[in-house]
Each structure stands twice: as structure tokens, then as C-alpha cells.
């Protein structure tokens, strides 16, 4: 009896050392086969042959956009544009009993102007896409995240970052009219945004503002916007980058 009991024990020794010697890269897995000495089926180990393992490449570093390019994303204004903006506003947002309400602020243009004020005074352009949609994107992910503000610093890199992606991107090659749409849009949505959190504030209705972070970031991750998860990045002295 002990014979059996000896051989196993010598067995599991040289499997043992068999695994130890395999090299740390080899791939190895346990299988249930047949085994031609007792008890004549088991667990094996079987280590398949070792493969090197490729270096990813690191990404190309892109290059800086040029100063043509980025003067590209400047747009000279159209009132028939913000008329366009404007209604197209008026149908999404003006419902319920206060419709006419909605729709009379929105016609007058205080969206958009509530927005102007703060470009300027940071000695940012009303009239570059670059600018405005810097300026929504810091401000929706500061909703979506309930954030209160961040430091100058990180507005300049997000900035910096955010706009030379569009003067490098499709963006600089559009047409004024069509790059004034999509600057007046993402403006307009900010203030809608920032200001519906704000009014369940001021109502002490802390429950919805914080649902409302939900919906708000589901109106950014669409391509109406800027097609990103305000959820999944992080503003910081180095741009945006990944959470």
C-alpha cells in the first residue's frame, strides 16, 4: 500500500518542479484527462509554449494646430443664424403652462446673452466656436459632477486642449454659419442646463438637482452636444483626461 502512496507523492514532486520550471510568460491551464498511473485521471497542468509579448506602440504626440487654423474657428455673426438657433430652441424647450413664457426669453436672447458676460470678462471670443464650446464644456461637467468652479489654470489647459482638437478636426473647415449653429447651441444649453439645476436649488429641491446631473450628462453624451460622458473625464492643470 504505501508503494502507490510513494510513487504519487514522487509524481506530484516532479509535476511540481515541471511547473517551476516553466518560464513566467508560458500560458498554463488545468485539464482532466487520463493518466497512465494511478488513480489514472486527474487534474494535469499543461503549459503550452511561451510567446514574447509585443511593446504597444506609444501614441504619436499631435501636433500643435497652427495659428490659420485656429483663426478658422472664428465666425463672423448672422442674426439670421441666432433666429435659426432660437427657434429651434423655442420647439424643444417651450412646453407645459409656462410655453409662452419659455418661448419669449428664449426669442429676446437672454440665453445666449447670459453667457456673452462671462466670455468677455475672462477675454474669451463671443464669436469662436473654440471659445464658446470651451466654456459649455467646463460648465456642463461642472453640473454633471457638482463641481462649484475650477481654478483658472485648469479653464486655460481645458481651453488650450479643447480648441486646438476642433482647429485640427472638421470644424475648421465648416462655414461661419454652420459653426455660429453649433457655438449659439452649445451656449444656449449651458444656461438651460446650469439653470434648471439651479432653480430645484433655490426650491429646496435637492432630490431633482441631483437626478438632474443624469439627464444633463445624457444631453452632453449625445452628438447634439459634444457626443462625451461628462461622468468618465476629469478637468485638471493638464486638460481633459480620462476618470
Same mark, same amino acid.
Given at each position: 500500500?504505501?508503494?502507490?502512496? !510513494?510513487?504519487?507523492? %514522487?509524481?506530484?514532486?516532479?509535476? #511540481?518542479? =515541471?511547473? &517551476? /520550471?516553466?518560464?513566467? $510568460? ?51 455673426p ?10 429651434? !430652441?423655442?420647439?424643444? %424647450?417651450?412646453?407645459?403652462?409656462? #410655453?409662452? =413664457?419659455i &418661448? /419669449?426669453d428664449?426669442r $429676446?436672447g ?13 477675454r474669451w471670443?463671443t ?5 464658446r ?21 485648469v ?51 435637492e ?10 450628462n445624457k ?13 468618465s ?5 493638464r486638460g481633459?483626461?480620462?476618470?
Amino acid at each position: 500500500m504505501r508503494a502507490p502512496r !510513494l510513487l504519487l507523492s %514522487l509524481l506530484f514532486i516532479a509535476v #511540481a518542479l =515541471a511547473v &517551476a /520550471a516553466q518560464p513566467a $510568460a508560458a500560458q498554463c491551464r488545468n485539464v482532466y484527462k487520463y493518466v497512465p498511473y494511478p488513480p489514472y485521471g486527474d487534474l494535469v497542468l499543461e503549459c503550452g509554449p511561451t510567446t514574447p509579448q509585443k511593446k504597444a506602440k506609444p501614441k504619436p504626440t499631435a501636433k500643435p494646430p497652427t495659428r490659420a487654423q485656429l483663426r478658422a474657428l472664428r465666425y463672423k455673426p448672422s442674426a439670421r443664424v441666432t433666429r435659426k438657433v432660437r427657434e429651434d !430652441l423655442v420647439r424643444r %424647450l417651450a412646453t407645459g403652462p409656462q #410655453a409662452a =413664457a419659455i &418661448a /419669449a426669453d428664449i426669442r $429676446a436672447g437672454n440665453l445666449l446673452r447670459q453667457t456673452n458676460r462671462p466670455l468677455r470678462k475672462a477675454r474669451w471670443s463671443t464669436s469662436d466656436l473654440g471659445d464658446r464650446y470651451a466654456q459649455a464644456f467646463i460648465g456642463i461637467w461642472l453640473v454633471v459632477n457638482d463641481k462649484k468652479t475650477t481654478s483658472k489654470a485648469v479653464d486655460r489647459a481645458v481651453r488650450k486642449q479643447l480648441k486646438a482638437q476642433l482647429a485640427r478636426g472638421k470644424w475648421r473647415r465648416c462655414s461661419d454659419a454652420r459653426q455660429q449653429e453649433y457655438a449659439e447651441r452649445l451656449s444656449s444649453w449651458l444656461v438651460v442646463i446650469a439653470g434648471k439645476r439651479n432653480g430645484y436649488r433655490q426650491a429646496g429641491l435637492e432630490t431633482q438637482a441631483d437626478l438632474w446631473r443624469y439627464d444633463a450628462n445624457k444631453v452632453a453624451r449625445s452628438s447634439y452636444l459634444f457626443g462625451q460622458n461628462m461622468f468618465s473625464v476629469k478637468l485638471t492643470r493638464r486638460g481633459v483626461v480620462d476618470d
